[in-house]
């Protein structure tokens, strides 16, 4: 059975350096079983009510959620994106929960069957213009990250119309941010 590490993190406006972020990064609580992790689970703030800049990561607990991890360095990872319209902000707020939700439980699940030795964690990212639901995976091979892809979208019942696409953790920015794959 894998042990898993819940992670959370706020970012205050204009920080965003790379040793700020240890600084914000808290452990929450390891757990290998469901009853373990829904104890936690049930006492976090609802997205609906989280403020921007917040994160919440679910690794491996031998995985720190850092791209600088061994486990991370050459992988990748996917990511929904989910843009904020204020009108629609109690449904956007609903859907990313309901969808983190899915990707959790799949997760621990172990939904991902074979796929979920390449997966490192998932991450959750509150932002003002939009939230990102993401996967990182180990490395960047397109057969088995097209695979973990399609095993995203049907764990968490999206539909052909909700796109993720796969970015690489080294990706140089002189390169631009096109993604490796979509789907």
Not at 25 to 36: G, K, R
Not at 85 to 106: A, C, G, P, R
Not at 151 to 180: A, M, V, W
Request: net charge neutral.
């Amino acid at each position: 059975s894998i042990s898993w590490k819940f992670w959370y993190s706020y970012h205050k406006k204009n920080q965003s350096s790379r040793e700020k972020f240890g600084s914000v990064l808290n452990e929450i609580i390891t757990f290998d079983n469901l009853e373990t992790f829904w104890r936690a689970y049930n006492n976090i703030i609802t997205i609906e009510h989280l403020p921007s800049n917040t994160d919440f990561f679910l690794f491996k607990d031998y995985i720190q959620p850092e791209w600088e991890d061994i486990k991370n360095k050459n992988g990748g990872r996917w990511i929904y994106d989910i843009a904020w319209d204020k009108s629609k902000h109690q449904f956007i707020s609903q859907h990313t929960e309901n969808v983190w939700t899915k990707l959790i439980l799949s997760l621990i699940g172990n939904s991902f069957e074979e796929m979920e030795y390449f997966i490192c964690g998932v991450v959750l990212s509150i932002r003002h213009y939009n939230n990102k639901i993401c996967i990182w995976t180990c490395n960047q091979k397109e057969d088995i990250n097209i695979k973990i892809g399609n095993l995203f979208k049907k764990n968490c019942e999206l539909t052909k119309n909700d796109k993720i696409y796969y970015q690489s953790h080294n990706r140089n920015p002189k390169d631009g941010y096109e993604p490796l794959y979509q789907l």
